[in-house]
């Protein structure tokens, strides 16, 4: 299963039928929503949705349930997640509607649940990779061919803490690091996915 974590215009482009939803419980507490499962299409491939600042849009990055979410979809048997955010533009060439796929993150956040290890389980996941490089260039030839916006393979996304972006001078120095985008939300939802052997990754829309 295929599981889609995002706002209501990637659920309203989602051609599901049969679809309904769940409710799922986990350790971490209830996700942002429940969740919408049905088939994709004709394909006969059923596919879950999450709307990661839940139904209303009424959680702040900082506050998601990100545990919650990704221990969702374990639960329901998603093994890909493909994520989609709103992101800043560190880049004059990136301009806005483009289309990113990044491969690499930084994380700037400081006050999230970033792993689901701990009371002496102690666990050092390989992280070097942030997203399955093989999804990030299938997705971008998907959305090269499904779309006359700009689109942009790779770049690095500083994840920060939010929910304010940020300033002129921070954006300075991100830019002189090389990064391309800022937003809040990929992080910790990338080294959970990981943490829980579920391949992931993202478009960022500028």
């Not at 955010?85 to 806005?96: I, K």
């Not at 930084?106 to 701990?118: E, K, L, P, S, Y």
Request: proline share 7%; charged share 20%; with cysteine.
């Amino acid at each position: 299963m295929i599981g889609f974590i995002g706002g209501s215009g990637i659920y309203d482009a989602l051609p599901l039928n049969d679809v309904r939803e769940t409710a799922v419980s986990t350790p971490y507490g209830d996700p942002s929503a429940p969740v919408t499962i049905g088939e994709f299409g004709d394909t006969g491939t059923e596919v879950a949705f999450l709307p990661r600042h839940g139904s209303d849009h009424q959680r702040s990055p900082t506050n998601l349930p990100y545990r919650a979410n990704i221990y969702a979809f374990k639960q329901l048997g998603v093994e890909r997640i493909l994520a989609s955010n709103a992101v800043g533009s560190l880049r004059d060439e990136l301009s806005p509607q483009t289309l990113v796929i990044p491969d690499q993150i930084f994380d700037r956040t400081n006050h999230r649940d970033a792993t689901f290890f701990g009371d002496g389980v102690v666990v050092h996941q390989p992280f070097a990779d942030p997203y399955c490089p093989h999804m990030v260039e299938h997705l971008h030839d998907a959305a090269t061919d499904a779309t006359d916006a700009d689109t942009q393979q790779g770049g690095t996304y500083v994840c920060i803490e939010g929910p304010q972006y940020s300033t002129r001078a921070e954006s300075e120095f991100y830019k002189a690091q090389g990064w391309d985008l800022v937003g809040m939300t990929a992080i910790p939802e990338a080294k959970l996915a990981r943490h829980s052997s579920l391949v992931k990754t993202h478009t960022s829309v500028v």
